[in-house]
Structures are given as structure tokens and as C-alpha cells.
């Protein structure tokens, strides 16, 4: 009897044990691989409301993609919607390979920037020089025209002015009117440049140029030629019938001149000049013609930059001319839905096949040339901290 008791003591000490250890195995198994599986992981797939799948918090840029119906006709329509006063997000113009000139695929933008999204930018003329002011982080490239709308973006938020860029050349008391900045100078011009431009001031007349280098004039160059630009510094060409200034102000090696830019938007500030505005203060402003883009009446592809009441920018692209994919929508018609989107102000930016959407790296929409990417002047860009 004693032996039996002893027996079934000894047994059920064993299937204790064993049970021990296969709890332990199972933890060890299950648990630590389940920890393995989500720890150290950077999660780079987003939904359509723009959370990380492999994450609580949202990201703070929303991207959507709709299928609309409007006045009978299917619109793609692909938006991005995010605040720029948010501290992770960074939201500034680009230019094609940071140049004033050429072309460069949206996609090579993107990723050379290390960019969530983009989108096309404004009108350009025919080598790629944007048609009004562009200025990134402060510095200005291109001076506004006063004919359109200059979107504004600062640490105050986004907004839309329309205003003319007075530029001035100060020199002992004495000022000048500096006619433009980084274009092709003509007869009777003044033209600032930086190295934005490229390495000349491309000068095609005969001109007086004065190299400026942290306000203190270096060099005074008389040319029927171009005449280089350096990096880091600014080039003011006098041509043809404005080259005697130079001589007549006095204006010589080692003198100190200024270079006033008004209005002054500040240090750290970005802006981009549009097409016509669709949208203002919540209501439709469509003209019946633009500037840049033409009649207004035809659907077409289209790209949109506005400002939400809340302050939040959106960026809108809308497929078209593909019959029975997306139809394109008219001018009146993209004004109509962007305030019923809550849109306070809206401005156009180039379309037609140039109006893409870039997220994540990869192209989101469909366009109109093939569906594949149009190489653009400039661009949006969005980049999370």
C-alpha cells in the first residue's frame, strides 16, 4: 500500500513538472515571438485616412481618394489635408533640381526633398521659370507679378495676398528701381539674380553689372556678354539703355548698397504666386477664363491649393479627359465642391496633364498623358518630421 501511495506521489510530481515546463515553453514560444514581431518596426503603409496600420496615433497628413458623381459625370478625385502650423509637419515650394529653369519628374522631387507627398505647381514659361514669385524658406527666387494670388505660408499659418514686389537698390541716399528678379534681362531692364538662376546671368545685350557679396559691391563688370554669377552672391545687370546708372550713382568697388524687398514677409516664410482663385471667403469666385490655364468652362484634369476655416491647407488633384475612368471637371463645378468641402479660399495651379499627386513615394493618381508622370517646373512638397 505504502509503495502504491508513493507511486502516485511520485506521478503526480512528474505531470507537475511537466506542466510547469510546457507553461514556460509556451510563453517562451508564443509571447516572445509576438514581441519580436511589432518591436523595432518603422511602419511605412498608410491607410486612407492617413494612420499608421501598426499604430495609435495619426499621422498629421490626411490623405483621401473619392469616387464622386457630380452633375452626372465620375470624378477621381485625391486630396491631402493637413495643418501647417503643426510643428511635424514642413510644407514648402520646389523647384525642378533647385533651379529657376527645367524640368524634373514629380516623383524625382519627392524623393530628393525625402517627401511624404506632393503636387504640381503653378504655371511656367517655356523653359520651366516659373510666371510669378516663388520663395523658399525665406529667400526669394522669383518676385510676384501683383496680377495673381501669392500663397503665403509662415509660422502664423497659410493665407492668400495679392501684391506687386517692389525691389530696390540703396546707395548713400540715393535708390534705384530694380525692374525684376532672375529673368532674362531685356533693353531698358534691372535685374536682380542669385545662383538660383544658374552660373551666368545669361545676358544676351549689352549691360553694366555690379557683384554684391553680403552688401558690399565687389566687383562692377561692363559687358556685352554674361557675366558669371558665385554662389552666395547677388548680380544687379544694367541693360542697354539703363547701363550708364552704375556711373551715374556713383556705384564702385568697396561701397555699401542694400537691397530692399517689399513687402517684408520675414525670415522663415514660404510662398508660391497661383492661378486664379476659384474660392473666396467660402464662396465660388470662378472667372470664365484664366491667365495661364485658359477657359474655364472645358473639364479637364485640375490641380487646387486652398485654406480650410479651420486653417488647414488642402491639396487637391482631379482626374479627367479618360471617358468613363474620371471626366475632369469645369472650374465653376471644382469651386462648387470645394465649399461644400468647408474650403474658405481656393486658388488654381497648373492642370491638365501636368496634375499629379505624389504619396509615399509612389504616384496616386491616374494622368492624363498615358496615366504616366508629366516632368513639372515646380511643386508642392510635404514632409513629416
Known amino acids: 500500500m505504502k509503495k502504491n501511495n508513493q507511486k502516485l506521489i511520485i ?12 507553461i514556460y515553453a509556451g510563453q517562451f514560444l508564443f509571447f516572445r515571438n509576438n514581441s519580436d514581431n511589432t518591436q523595432g518596426k ?31 459625370n465620375k470624378q477621381e478625385i485625391y486630396m491631402l489635408e493637413f495643418d501647417p502650423r503643426d510643428e511635424r509637419v514642413e510644407f514648402k515650394p520646389a523647384l525642378s533640381f533647385d533651379n529657376i529653369f527645367g524640368f524634373e519628374k514629380l516623383s524625382d522631387i519627392c524623393k530628393r526633398n525625402e517627401a511624404y507627398a506632393a503636387i504640381n505647381g503653378g504655371f511656367f514659361y517655356q523653359f520651366g521659370e516659373p510666371t510669378g514669385m516663388v520663395a523658399i524658406d525665406g529667400q526669394m527666387l522669383t518676385a510676384s507679378t501683383g496680377l495673381s494670388p501669392v500663397l503665403i ?36 531692364d534691372i535685374v536682380l539674380y542669385n545662383d538660383k538662376f544658374g552660373s551666368t546671368n545669361r545676358a544676351e ?34 541693360y542697354g539703355g539703363k547701363e550708364s546708372i552704375p556711373e551715374k550713382m556713383g556705384l564702385k568697388a568697396g561701397d555699401k548698397v542694400n537691397i530692399r524687398m517689399e513687402p517684408y514677409l520675414g525670415y522663415r516664410y514660404q510662398a508660391y504666386e497661383c492661378g486664379s482663385m476659384l474660392v473666396k471667403d467660402g464662396k465660388t469666385v470662378v472667372p470664365e477664363r484664366d491667365k495661364w490655364a485658359g477657359t474655364l468652362g472645358n473639364r479637364d484634369p485640375r490641380t487646387v491649393i486652398g485654406i480650410k476655416t479651420d486653417g488647414k491647407i488642402i491639396m487637391l488633384v482631379a482626374d479627367g479627359r479618360q471617358p468613363g475612368y474620371s471626366e475632369g471637371m469645369t472650374g465653376k463645378e471644382m469651386g462648387e465642391y470645394l465649399v461644400k468641402l468647408g474650403v474658405r479660399d481656393v486658388a488654381m495651379l497648373d492642370g491638365g496633364a501636368s496634375s499629379q499627386m505624389i504619396i509615399n513615394g509612389s504616384l496616386r493618381n491616374r494622368p492624363s498623358y498615358k496615366g504616366i508622370e508629366r516632368p513639372v517646373a515646380g511643386c508642392f512638397l510635404v514632409k513629416i518630421k
Open 205 to 238: 545685350i549689352k549691360n553694366t553689372t555690379i557683384i554684391v557679396d553680403n552688401n558690399v559691391i565687389t566687383t562692377l563688370v561692363e559687358s556685352t556678354k554674361e557675366v558669371n554669377i558665385r554662389k552666395g552672391m547677388n548680380v544687379i545687370s544694367f
Open 11 to 22: 506521478h503526480i510530481g512528474l505531470i507537475l513538472v511537466l506542466s510547469f515546463m510546457l
Open 153 to 188: 505660408v509662415d509660422k502664423k499659418g497659410a493665407r492668400f495676398e495679392t501684391f506687386y514686389s517692389n525691389i530696390t537698390l540703396e546707395h548713400k541716399g540715393n535708390k534705384i528701381k530694380i525692374n525684376d528678379m532672375n529673368r532674362i534681362g531685356k533693353n531698358n
Open 42 to 72: 518603422t511602419d511605412k503603409t498608410q491607410n486612407s485616412a492617413g494612420t499608421s496600420l501598426n499604430s495609435v496615433q495619426p499621422l498629421p497628413v490626411q490623405y483621401k481618394h473619392k469616387t464622386e458623381i457630380i452633375k452626372g
